[in-house]
């Protein structure tokens, strides 16, 4: 008897699964409009280049799970045996739409028909604050072009994208996507998000920070390199010009005008070595070197070849290897390239101190790591402080005619940069008006 009620048991539970199942089915199909108009719409806005690709992915994605929220607790309801381990794992509304808004990367909100915030997702919370449920919209984004446009949507229905600027506290830019949701849709988020009133508006915001940098910092380099390369080219074309007119039969003229185009010559030369070598450590800076370079029998090196400069301008050049230094994993070609325009450095700009001092010695860093640290020291005239952030840009100099004059392109720090940050280091400069620059390399030891 047991045996039979036992099964009888089994049995109504199977059936009510299955009627269960059933039901979903059924609940599905309704859906199934409202979802394929919600993919063509975050497919549309990602053609449009509105937003990336995975985070329209993964937006359809939340959406479609918060329509569906009841319909999976179905599905979990039928799953059988394993029913209280996946309800565990969810989080406490049993929600994952939820889950997946709230870890989305970009800023989403929801309004209802009055323009009041029914729910901010984290990032949202992180970009304009605490934002409490039924706080005006206007008061958490402080963005007229973005009001305005959700006025408009408000009206007119449809939806809308717009950029807009956030000036304070670090300059920010933004695209903002605006959707109406019908009252069918807004309907089911209501309920999903605990009778909520009804929603009206989803706001998405896409962070265009970076790409609005590299576009400025691509402009900002194919501007620079081209006046860095026009200069020596119209000198070179002034004086052939005038070595084939007036100055044709003059050879005193034509030897002064041969070495000045020399020089120019050999300052294009240098820069497109630069670019070149920039362009070639920036294709590879994502893959981390595999060898073990010895950086004191590295920087002996570098002096030896350095030293008759050294001397030409009246230069020592003192290197101090202190006990218990460990070879680095790196390089051998990219630290000689660091260590050389970084004494290179010092014998141009700080060559008035007569002396550099290039120190190394064992490390640690903030997590304990054994590091190797290389500082380059010059007792020149120093950098001014307000300088100092923006020497590893491309093209920047303190004084361009006194960086022109000394054969400078302004790349060098720009590469010391990329070939540190491949060898997982740290590049720290510290300088004081009238007491001398230093520069310090850490890179991580030879494990």
Do not use: C
Request: proline share 6%; aromatic share 4%.
């Amino acid at each position: 008897m047991a045996d039979l009620q036992s099964s009888q048991g089994t049995y109504d539970g199977t059936r009510r699964r299955g009627s269960r199942r059933d039901e979903f089915v059924r609940r599905l199909k309704e859906q199934r409009y409202r979802l394929m108009g919600a993919a063509l719409l975050f497919a549309a806005l990602a053609v449009a280049g509105a937003m990336s690709p995975p985070i329209a992915f993964f937006a359809f994605l939340g959406l479609a799970a918060l329509l569906m929220g009841e319909e999976a607790q179905e599905v979990k309801t039928a799953a059988g045996p394993a029913e209280p381990r996946l309800r565990d794992a969810l989080p406490p509304n049993g929600r994952l739409g939820a889950l997946v808004v709230e870890h989305l990367p970009d800023p989403v909100v929801l309004l209802d028909k009055s323009s009041r915030i029914l729910y901010a997702n984290r990032a949202a919370h992180d970009l304009m604050g605490h934002i409490p449920a039924g706080r005006p919209v206007a008061s958490a984004l402080r963005a007229p072009a973005v009001l305005s446009a959700i006025q408009k949507v408000q009206e007119e229905g449809g939806t809308l994208s717009i950029d807009y600027e956030l000036p304070v506290p670090v300059e920010r830019h933004f695209r903002a996507m605006i959707s109406e949701i019908g009252p069918e849709t807004g309907g089911e988020l209501a309920r999903e998000m605990n009778g909520v009133p009804e929603a009206s508006l989803l706001i998405m915001l896409h962070d265009l920070t970076d790409m609005r940098r590299v576009e400025q910092m691509r402009v900002d380099f194919v501007a620079n390199a081209s006046h860095e390369l026009k200069t020596p080219l119209a000198s070179l074309s002034g004086f052939i010009e005038t070595i084939q007119g007036h100055a044709k039969d003059d050879p005193e003229a034509q030897a002064r005008f041969l070495g000045i185009m020399s020089e120019q010559a050999a300052r294009m030369q240098r820069l497109i070595e630069d670019l070149l070598s920039l362009s070639r450590i920036e294709m590879r800076e994502h893959v981390p070197p595999s060898g073990e370079v010895d950086l004191a029998a590295l920087t002996g090196d570098v002096t030896d070849g350095l030293g008759p400069l050294a001397a030409t301008h009246g230069v020592e050049i003192n290197v101090d290897v202190k006990e218990g230094v460990e070879p680095v994993r790196g390089e051998w070609d990219e630290l000689h390239q660091v260590v050389q325009n970084l004494t290179e450095n010092a014998l141009k700009y700080g060559r008035a101190g007569k002396r550099i001092d290039i120190t190394i010695a064992p490390a640690l860093n903030q997590a304990g790591r054994k590091m190797t640290e290389l500082a380059i020291r010059d007792y020149g005239p120093g950098i001014p402080r307000e300088h100092i952030p923006r020497l590893t840009e491309r093209f920047y100099r303190v004084d361009v005619a006194k960086s022109r004059e000394r054969g400078g392109t302004g790349l060098g720090l720009a590469i010391v940069k990329h070939i540190v940050n491949r060898h997982s280091g740290t590049l720290t400069i510290d300088s004081q008006v009238g007491e001398g620059s230093t520069f310090k390399v850490r890179l991580p030891v030879r494990a």
